[in-house]
């Protein structure tokens, strides 16, 4: 928890684009079960554990399922700033929200 303050340069040493409470979310998160593990055993109960880290090993403060399931399943702190797509109908698909940029 010390380190996730950014207040030395030793302590910046982990990615801080979350916040220590963010990663906390996830930690009280439970797994999604139905997501693609794969022939992974993931030992984790929590949304720290997938099929890409079942041990559910620290990577500075991301929440590693949000990172490694695209589009998440739980609400996140983060917007889309662009789709890349050579099929336009691709990207109307995509845009979910009406205040995506760029839908």
Same mark, same amino acid.
């Given at each position: 928890?010390?380190?996730?303050?950014?207040?030395?340069?030793? !302590? &910046? %040493?982990?990615?801080?684009?979350?916040?220590?409470?963010? =990663?906390?979310?996830?930690?009280?998160?439970?797994?999604?079960?139905?997501?693609?593990?794969?022939?992974?055993?993931?030992?984790?109960?929590?949304?720290?554990?997938?099929?890409?880290?079942?041990?559910? !090993? &620290? %990577?500075?403060?991301?929440?590693?399922?949000?990172?490694? =399931?695209?589009?998440?399943?739980?609400?996140?702190?983060?917007?889309?700033?662009?789709?890349?797509?050579?099929?336009?109908?691709?990207?109307?698909?995509?845009?979910?929200?009406?205040?995506?940029?760029?839908?």
């Amino acid at each position: 928890e010390d380190a996730a303050i950014p207040d030395t340069a030793e !302590d &910046r %040493r982990y990615g801080m684009h979350e916040s220590y409470s963010q =990663y906390q979310v996830c930690q009280r998160t439970e797994r999604n079960k139905g997501l693609y593990t794969a022939d992974q055993r993931v030992r984790r109960k929590d949304a720290r554990g997938t099929r890409q880290n079942p041990n559910g !090993d &620290r %990577r500075g403060l991301e929440c590693p399922e949000e990172r490694d =399931y695209y589009p998440h399943w739980a609400p996140a702190p983060w917007i889309d700033v662009a789709i890349l797509t050579n099929d336009a109908q691709d990207a109307d698909a995509k845009c979910t929200q009406p205040s995506d940029p760029g839908c």
